[in-house]
Nanobody, 120 residues
Framework: VQLQAFGGGLVQAGGSLRLSCATSGRLFNTYAPAWYRQTPGKDREFVAAIDGSGQSTYYSDSAEGRFTISRDDAKNTVYLHMSGLEPEDTAVYFC??????????????WGQGTQVTVSS
C-alpha cells in the first residue's frame, strides 16, 4: 500500500504550506483521501477529507476556514493547503484513505507522516 506524504517543513506563524500525498489509483478511486495529524502524547486527529467527486469536503473545527483539501485525479494525489498557520498546528501530518469522506476515523490505510513545525 502506497501513501506517500510530502511537503512538511518549518514555517513561521501566519505562513502557508502545502502538503501532498500520492497514492495508487486503486486506493484513490475506492476510498476517500483524508489528512490527519498527531502531536506527541495525543491521539491522531482528523483534519480534512474529500469525496470522490471533489465536491464534498469535510474539515475539523480547527482546520475550517484555514485549510483546503483538494485532489488531482490525473495524478492520484491529494493536497492539503494550509494557511494562517499557528504554533498549535505543529504536528506530524498523515495522509490516509477512509471508507467515505464523511466517515471520520474509519481509516482503511495510513500513509507515512510528514512533520509540520510552526514557529511563533
Amino acid at each position: 500500500v502506497q501513501l506517500q506524504a510530502f511537503g512538511g517543513g518549518l514555517v513561521q506563524a501566519g505562513g502557508s504550506l502545502r502538503l501532498s500525498c500520492a497514492t495508487s489509483g486503486r486506493l484513490f478511486n475506492t476510498y476517500a483521501p483524508a489528512w490527519y495529524r498527531q502531536t506527541p502524547g495525543k491521539d491522531r486527529e482528523f483534519v480534512a477529507a474529500i469525496d470522490g467527486s471533489g465536491q464534498s469536503t469535510y474539515y475539523s473545527d480547527s482546520a475550517e476556514g484555514r485549510f483546503t483539501i483538494s485532489r488531482d485525479d490525473a495524478k492520484n494525489t491529494v493536497y492539503l493547503h494550509m494557511s494562517g498557520l499557528e504554533p498549535e498546528d505543529t504536528a506530524v501530518y498523515f495522509c490516509a484513505v477512509q471508507r467515505t469522506a464523511s466517515a471520520r476515523y474509519h481509516v482503511q490505510y495510513w500513509g507515512q507522516g510528514t512533520q509540520v513545525t510552526v514557529s511563533s
